[in-house]
């Protein structure tokens, strides 16, 4: 019987059914019935780990292959437990109530203790399953920002809908009684707690070589409940007799065990969120941030084109398909397939490697860098001038996951920190890529392949030097090559680095100057000054082969580095006739540091954005043309987008792109909140994936409508 996704989020016609049924039932099904009797169900999940092995130098050699010294016992963090309880309801489709169907309803569901604790109150006189489901659970429950682990065979290119993709699941009643594990039986266990106990434990570990089901869920943790979405197979099971129980298709055995690696890939998102939290809360290191879900496609056997990563774009995901349960018909929905209808947001997509020649599953430096990179993805995708309304929008620059020389600064910090930021948080400057036949890696101080000229602020690599370097001058530890050094590193010392500072007014970008002057201020997990005085910071540049000349410090007040934002003051007026007119200075877009990756180029280097900002006191009218004095662009554009902070509904963008000069302009009305004074931003880019195109001029004209 397969797993069907639904046509709503809720179900199509059966799972409206079901929720309707459920809510007649009263409060028998909602909570225990007796609470003076209730007790508590409660356990722990823990796995283990195949370590990575190094040598004396701390270089590493390849995976652990003796059982005997894998890391074992580890605490599932923040891992999700379900808690189901079996109820009767009525069949929809037999109106004669003839039969009952007997169903698993999510009671409860909650995350793991930073121990892989948790615990249930419930009913002595129900029958229970506790499930732990491949997913971490952060932020709040209003806000949640979850990290799931999907086993859907397509990956990213499944036209199923996000809810309707298969995790990993393991389940034990609370007896401790396993489920079935023969296809044709479905693979759900229950009893009743221990009589006359107050409590019962059932506790989970997952060892390297443990089976899973792999499981249509399609519940959401919100406010500590499981609301119902969608009984798979629900009616099948009546309409053809193959499930005389009634109970749901509760998912499939997997045909080869993935064990614990589902809980490797996922812990190590929690390293880098329990790292950012304080007092053992965890930072969500979701693209998006609060709100937002991040599901990683990860199947044993099977790896995406482009290997472990996050796509960046959701607008590139397929359209998500729906199955009629009875039809067994698929139709468009006319959404992505990432669409959250309960949250109204759309999910990112991401993959992990599963081989067969590449699993990084084990990967823990390079899977630590994944979290890194989607959370320094939210900090700078929701700074002002890379800010897009729409999540689907098109005009977002992105990373392209490689960290090249002479990017723009912002895009510098995104695809240059995040191996840094790894390292430090593992006190290891080596990310290893384990595979079939042995081992590589990055040896992120190693800056040998950048020329000096081009070891600047817009170069990638050079920030993950200096995050490794800035963490060890921070604890005094010498440069060596003898990990029990590294071992001294404190990494909290480097947060002020990593937590991006938008200059306030965005008088600036984000860029390497903020960050550097909030290391000279107290360092978390120091109770002494910082080290970090104007001289030690020019040393270690120094030290890190940077001519003075590319990054000066301090900053300089004057000059193409004292900020990287023109500034087109108040009400700007660009109309030669008007005796208030305020020219705005053409801006030249180039690309002769552009670099392609893998033959397309991202259009995000140094020379191919401009900034520009101006404010307005009243709400204005212009007409907006463009004039590109060098003649129409050939397989190329111009983007310009307006981003105006504090208007009336928040925030508006308006994006244009053009190949030539206007030859009519283009009413534009700018809002402002009566009273108020609105800052706009402005963000000119150069778009053109596949061609070089040679430096362009690009003339923006502001003139106040009549």
């Known amino acids: 019987m397969p797993l069907l996704p639904s046509f709503r989020q809720l179900g199509f016609v059966l799972g409206g059914v079901l929720l309707a049924t459920l809510a007649g039932c009263g409060k028998s099904n909602d909570a225990p019935t007796r609470l003076e009797s209730a007790v508590v169900i409660s356990g722990k999940v823990t796995f283990d780990r195949i370590p990575l092995v190094r040598d004396v130098n701390g270089v590493p050699t390849g995976l652990e292959t003796d059982p005997a010294k894998f890391e074992v016992n580890l605490p599932a963090r923040y891992i999700t437990v379900n808690l189901y309880r079996k109820v009767a ?9 003839r039969t009952k169907d007997k169903i698993f309803f999510g009671r409860q569901g909650s995350a793991a203790n930073a121990d892989g604790s948790f615990s249930f109150t419930v009913d002595p006189d129900l029958e229970w399953m506790v499930e732990v489901q491949s997913s971490i659970h952060m932020g709040t429950a209003s806000t949640p920002a979850d ?28 007896d401790g009684s396993l489920p079935p594990t023969d296809p044709a039986v479905n693979h759900v266990v229950t009893s009743k707690v221990a009589a006359g106990s107050p409590e019962t434990v059932v506790n989970f570990h997952i060892g390297v070589g443990d089976s899973w089901f792999l499981a249509d869920t399609a519940f959401r943790l919100q406010s500590g409940t499981l609301t119902p979405r969608l009984v798979p197979g629900y009616s099948q099971g009546l309409v053809d007799g193959s499930n005389p129980n009634g109970y749901q298709k509760a998912g499939q055995l997997e045909a080869a065990p993935t064990g614990s690696r589902v809980l490797s890939i996922l812990d190590a998102f929690v390293d880098m969120a329990a790292y950012l939290g304080t007092n053992g809360s965890l930072v969500p290191v979701t693209p998006g941030g609060s709100g937002t879900t991040l599901d990683l496609h990860y199947l044993l056997g099977r790896t995406e084109s482009r290997g472990t990563y996050v796509e960046w774009d959701r607008g590139s995901y397929p359209e998500g398909q729906a199955i009629d349960p009875n039809t067994l018909v698929a139709s468009p929905t006319g959404f992505s397939a990432s669409f959250d209808a309960p949250t109204g947001t759309f999910h990112y997509f991401g993959s992990v490697q599963g081989g067969p020649l590449n699993d990084d599953a084990w990967d823990r430096a390079k899977l630590v860098t994944l979290a890194a990179r989607a959370y320094l993805f939210q900090q700078v995708s929701r700074s002002g001038f890379y800010s897009q309304r729409s999540p689907l929008g098109k005009f977002t620059p992105l990373p392209q996951d490689a960290p090249l020389s002479n990017l723009e600064a912002q895009m510098a910090i995104l695809e240059g920190m995040p191996q840094g930021l790894a390292a430090v948080i593992l006190k290891n400057p080596y990310i290893a890529d384990t595979h079939s036949t042995g ?18 602020l817009f170069c990638a690599p050079l920030y993950s030097a200096l995050l490794w370097e800035l963490a060890l001058k921070a604890k005094a530890i010498p440069q060596s090559e003898v990990p029990a050094d590294w071992n001294n590193i404190l990494p909290a010392t480097i947060a002020p680095f990593v937590s991006l500072i938008e200059p306030f007014g965005n ?12 290391m000279q201020s107290t360092l978390p997990g120091l109770t002494t000054a910082s080290p970090f005085t104007d001289s030690v910071i020019r040393d270690l540049l120094t030290q890190l082969g940077v001519p003075t000349s590319n990054i000066p410090w301090p900053r300089p007040s004057a000059g193409p580095l004292s900020a990287f934002v023109t500034s087109w003051g108040a009400n700007p007026i660009s109309d030669p006739a008007s005796p208030a007119s305020s020219p705005i200075s053409p801006m030249v877009l180039s690309m002769a540091k552009a670099t392609p990756v893998a033959g397309t180029y991202g259009n ?8 520009a900002r101006f404010t307005l006191s009243h709400t204005k009218v212009y007409a907006f043309a463009v004039e590109l004095p060098g003649g129409p662009l050939a397989n190329g554009q111009v983007e310009v987008s307006f981003i105006g902070l504090g208007t009336p509904d928040g925030m508006a963008i308006s994006t244009f792109t053009f190949s030539d000069s206007t030859t009519t302009s283009i009413p534009l009305t700018f809002q402002v909140p009566t009273g108020y004074e609105s800052t706009w931003l402005v963000r000119v880019r150069m778009l053109s994936p596949t061609t070089l195109q040679p430096d362009t001029t690009v003339k923006v004209k502001l003139v106040p409508a009549a």
Do not use: H, W
Not at 507 to 518: R, S, V
Not at 604 to 611: C, D, K, N, R, Y
């Open 89 to 97: 309801v009525p069949d929809p489709l037999f109106p004669d109530d």
């Open 507 to 518: 008088l600036d970008t984000i860029n390497l100057y903020p960050q550097l002057k909030a």
């Open 147 to 174: 990290v799931n682990l999907v086993a859907d065979p397509n990956g990213m290119a499944s036209t199923l809908p996000q809810q309707n993709r298969l995790r990993y699941c393991i389940r034990k009643a609370p």
């Open 439 to 456: 081992v590589t890696y990055t040896n992120i101080r190693d800056l040998s392949a950048v020329p000096a000229g081009d070891r600047n």
């Open 604 to 611: 995000t280097s140094v020379g191919e954005l401009a900034f």
